[in-house]
């Protein structure tokens, strides 16, 4: 049996609790279904030193501003895990879990959610289920060959698992950056990169990156020339650790290779490097597969959104995924603006409905 609910919001992560924080406010019947555990979402599974772009107060959700902390510029991934289970308790939002999401049906007027705990029928669906949990690998030739130890930026965890050995990681990224200096002082590391690696000047974080991309979100809503995103800037934000790694000449970018081999990796010149293990910081792809009875899945893995709405199928939003569905929305402070226009709009499909029952 089915429990009705106006809104169902699928992941309790960062953007669930965005979608909850303006979904309470607006005074609608929801509940937020998360497959972890514990509060926190994808941040805690990160590796131990990982940190924000930017500081505390411009790393917040909407209603709630992180608080600081202490002796530290920009927080750790555990202070944000803090954060986020404090907003939850705070906003009273009421999330259930462990509960995985199996799919999601269209069942007449709504959307039926199912699961093993049971199933919700929804006037309203938001998916906030993110990216981390579909790590995404290029294939390589030779990586099957390949014995030595692999491991995706969602298997690393601290330099002391790989210390003294030959690593090499891949990917130009902020996670390749920031795992490749973090690895830096204690094993032999080589980071590779399909392109010049590109950071951006130091004085850039996460503030004026979600400045920048709003201003893109604006500029193209008015049609005015496109100023190129956030990639326009560069791709690696210069940490302090990233920073220091850099300077010290410990953090050099090296050509992609073009196969690896069983004992280590081999370029087009012919050159090669053994190596015991490869990081593969190469990207995540939109954990979406509850979805796919839908059958919205349009190019590159993605649905077609206007703004967070589904093109085709409008009673589903999807909130989190990148700037596809919200400018920065894939992160703490950019996630408030496109889950308070989900959230509106699904006041707007409840009153519709109620409407159309009296």
Aim: some cysteine; overall charge neutral; charged content about 20%.
């Amino acid at each position: 049996m089915s429990r009705n609910v106006d809104v169902v919001v699928i992941g309790g992560g960062q953007a669930g609790l965005a979608a909850g924080y303006h979904l309470r406010r607006l005074g609608l019947d929801f509940v937020v279904l998360d497959a972890q555990a514990t509060p926190g979402g994808a941040w805690q599974h990160t590796w131990d030193s990982l940190h924000l772009f930017s500081p505390a107060a411009h790393s917040s959700l909407p209603g709630r501003i992180m608080p600081p902390q202490a002796a530290e510029t920009y927080p750790g991934a555990a202070h944000v895990v803090d954060y986020l289970t404090d907003y939850e308790q705070r906003y009273d939002i009421p999330v259930l879990r462990p509960v995985q999401v199996e799919a999601v049906h269209r069942d007449g007027a709504h959307l039926r959610v199912e699961s093993a705990a049971g199933s919700w029928s929804a006037r309203t669906v938001i998916s906030a289920t993110g990216t981390w949990w579909r790590p995404f690998v290029p294939a390589i030739p030779g990586r099957t060959e390949f014995k030595g130890r692999q491991l995706h930026t969602v298997d690393y965890r601290r330099p002391a698992d790989l210390a003294g050995k030959r690593v090499i990681v891949v990917g130009g990224g902020n996670s390749g950056a920031q795992i490749a200096a973090d690895l830096a002082h204690d094993t032999d590391v080589t980071w590779v990169t399909r392109r010049p690696a590109r950071f951006l000047a130091d004085d850039i974080d996460g503030r004026a990156l979600f400045d920048h991309a709003t201003a893109r979100r604006r500029a193209l809503d008015e049609g005015r020339t496109d100023t190129g995103g956030v990639a326009s800037l560069g791709d690696i934000v210069a940490v302090p650790p990233v920073r220091e790694a850099r300077d010290a000449g410990l953090l050099k970018a090296e050509p992609m290779f073009t196969r690896l081999t069983a004992t280590g990796a081999e370029w087009a010149d012919g050159t090669r490097a053994r190596a015991d293990a490869i990081v593969w910081c190469t990207g995540f792809r939109p954990a979406l597969s509850h979805l796919a009875p839908l059958g919205l899945r349009g190019s590159r893995g993605r649905i077609p959104t206007a703004g967070t709405q589904a093109l085709r199928e409008p009673r589903l939003h999807l909130l989190g995924y990148g700037d596809w569905t919200g400018p920065a929305s894939a992160t703490l402070i950019g996630v408030g603006r496109p889950a308070r226009e989900a959230a509106r709009t699904a006041v707007t499909v409840a009153r519709q409905d109620a409407a159309g029952e009296e």
